[in-house]
């Protein structure tokens, strides 16, 4: 992740030198860019906890928007706010990305591959 963490040396100390880890606090990088390599690893391994797949799910949905969740969960934080707006709705199209290739690996492999079931015995019908 080198667009946020990397290191530093000191070569005024010589061999006594020390590694300084930096972290430049962009671990919701750009809100105006998205980076679909994050993605690959569910695109080909095409496996998603059922449980993960629904609240996922349900934090696209209007009444449990992820953007109103995270806004109201940071804003009693004492460095409020954590996340700026243009952020905060970066993350709602960011989970319409990985719902939808999540949706394109069902659609390609079937419920019964795509989703390992972690909440019990699947219904009929699955």
């Known amino acids: 992740n080198m ?3 990397h290191y530093e040396t ?11 880890h930096l972290d430049n606090g962009r671990g919701f990088g750009r809100h ?4 679909p390599s994050i993605l690959v690893p569910l695109q080909q391994c095409c496996r998603i ?5 629904l609240r996922l799910q349900l934090l696209s949905t209007e009444s449990y928007r992820l953007s109103d ?3 109201e969960s940071l804003q009693s934080d004492g ?3 954590i996340l700026s707006e243009p952020h905060l709705i970066a993350l709602n199209r960011r989970l319409l990305a ?4 999540a949706k394109d690996c069902i659609n390609r492999h079937g419920e019964r591959k ?12 699955h």
């Open 10 to 20: 000191f070569q005024k100390f010589g061999n006594k030198s020390f590694i300084l």
């Open 69 to 71: 969740a995270m806004r």
């Open 3 to 5: 667009d946020r963490h």
């Open 49 to 53: 906890r059922r449980g993960t797949f």
């Open 114 to 125: 795509v989703l390992q079931d972690d909440l019990g015995a699947w219904p009929a019908g």
């Open 98 to 101: 990985i719902l939808e290739t």
């Open 32 to 35: 105006s860019q998205d980076e």
């Open 79 to 81: 460095l409020a706010p």
